[in-house]
């Protein structure tokens, strides 16, 4: 058993294995009373030292806790989601406009552009073209997009044959 053994819990006196990095200092098991018996015991021990017994009272610690409050102000406010930064905004899957002019398309934003794909497409050219950055990523789908609609209203020529032109779809980006 590599040095595992068992340890009896002090709230629930059942065998237990205790976490291997702190197996020598671990004396509860995981279940969630024993845990707030834990805590609970940490409280004791430490309020029981002479230099804790008045640590929350009296004008000095006041003035302690007041000067944490004055540099960390609205700590117990929860943020929510729409307070919290994202480095980039989620790509949501929206049904893309049959734009005939692509110079118009390139004007754009480039989130705009991309905004419009899946990201699991997103993911997969990243990993085709063999970067993932964004300006790569949208040349390539404005490749990729007219490529389709050339497929998708190829015509007929004379004799059955269709056009095997092979799209270039190299990066450009360094």
Known sequence: MNGIFKKKCCHCRKLYIPDPRNQSRQKYCDKPECR???????????????????????????ER??????????????????QLNALQDPLIAQQTENNKDISKIMDNALQDSLILQPSVIIGLISNFVGSALQDDIAKTLLRLQQSGRDILNRQQIKGGKHDCKIPDFTPTGA
């Open 65 to 82: 806790v007041q000067e944490w409050r004055k540099r960390n102000p609205g700590y117990w406010k929860s943020k929510s989601t729409k």
């Open 36 to 62: 707030k018996a834990s805590k609970a015991a940490s409280q004791k021990k430490w309020l029981s030292k002479p230099e804790n017994q008045n640590y929350f009272q009296g004008p000095d610690n006041v």
